[in-house]
């Protein structure tokens, strides 16, 4: 019998009720990386688990994506877009600062009503837009529409070895509305402002004006600083998730942490002592580090290939650039 999870004191109880992805067509391993960087297949392999990732063409767009993705995901819960009240659409990666993605996706797909905002965590943005949907359908008790979507390789310098061979590009969407009983555990979350230079970009959109010889502007990241943190501190923050949910490790029916490395997923899942009935989303083998898009296709890959079931319970949790984090325990859709 699955547990009851906890939830604050309200009208409607936030549920997710479907889920929908889109991942680029294109293929890219690690021997097309090697032709960047000096680095090997095996070398690749042995620090992140990638082998390949997926890149996008100069069509799928970030509202491309997140549309597609989008639409997949009212289709499974069954809800047409005019009954959705809000678009929440979590990236770092929309190269225009103005209007958010959002308003463009809400009209592509015919939520034409609805709110729509964009928020930046870096990779720990979907958990965080999911927290703000699941108080938006207590408060409101209306359907709300949250996608994670990035489109890396436009920050990606192909001449940093330390980050070339890392990221990839997607979308991922899930729906969330009332239900009769809670499918969304409280959130715990936070961000340590002191290590903003682990993971950031070169220089800031403000230094091209009257710079023409200026680099285009890349990520960068402190890859050891931001394992020892991920793999020491974020053990931490899923334990409480845990705790504030109701519920113990051998209760999970998944663990789907934000795809960053394979190396830290793997001391994440020893440092809650999760059973070995526990199932670990390792997305990032074939999808590469998606940044905010990387819970919801890694959930979606789960779910497709039934390694876990509708209604199961997982541990969701986020964090990079900020650095910030935010963690939950869901219900699957």
């Known amino acids: ?128 837009g999911l927290a703000l949907a699941a108080d938006t359908v207590r408060s409101r008790g209306r359907h709300v529409l949250v996608i994670g979507a990035e489109r890396m390789t436009d920050l990606l310098d192909l001449e940093d070895r330390s980050t070339a061979f890392i990221f990839g590009d997607g979308a991922g969407a899930v729906v969330l509305g009332p239900a009769a009983t809670p499918g969304i555990a409280p959130v715990v979350w936070g961000a340590d402002g002191s290590q903003t230079d682990a993971i950031s970009q070169t220089v800031s959109w403000g230094e091209l004006r009257g710079a023409p010889n200026q680099r285009w502007p890349a990520l960068r990241q402190d890859g050891q600083k931001v394992f020892r943190w991920a793999v020491y501190e974020m053990a931490k923050v899923a334990q409480e998730a845990l705790d504030v949910a109701g519920v113990e490790a051998g209760d999970l029916d998944a663990f789907i942490p934000h795809q960053a490395n394979v190396r830290i997923i793997d001391a994440l899942a020893r440092g809650i002592r999760l059973p070995e009935h526990v199932v670990v989303a390792r997305d990032i083998v074939t999808t590469g580090n998606t940044s905010g898009a990387s819970i919801p296709l890694a959930m979606e890959a789960l779910l497709s290939a039934g390694e876990v079931r509708s209604g199961g319970l997982a541990l969701l949790l986020g964090y990079g650039a900020g650095l910030s984090y935010a963690a939950t325990v869901v219900a699957l859709p």
């Not at 009208?11 to 889109?22: E, N, S, Y």
């Open 1 to 128: 019998m699955t547990p009851r999870l906890n939830s604050s004191p309200s009208q409607c109880a936030p549920a997710l009720m479907g889920v929908g992805t889109h991942r680029p067509h294109r293929i890219v391993d690690n021997d097309e990386i090697c032709q960047y960087i000096e680095s090997s297949d095996e070398w690749i392999r042995s620090r992140t688990g990638i082998v390949t990732r997926r890149w996008a063409a100069p069509d799928e767009s970030i509202a491309e994506m997140a549309s597609l993705a989008a639409e997949k995901a009212l289709a499974a819960a069954g809800i047409q877009a005019d009954a959705i009240d809000c678009v929440i659409v979590a990236t770092f990666t929309h190269l225009k600062q103005t209007p958010a993605v959002a308003a463009e996706v809400s009209h592509r797909i015919g939520a034409v009503e609805a709110a729509a905002f964009d928020i930046s965590a870096g990779c720990a943005g979907f958990v965080h």
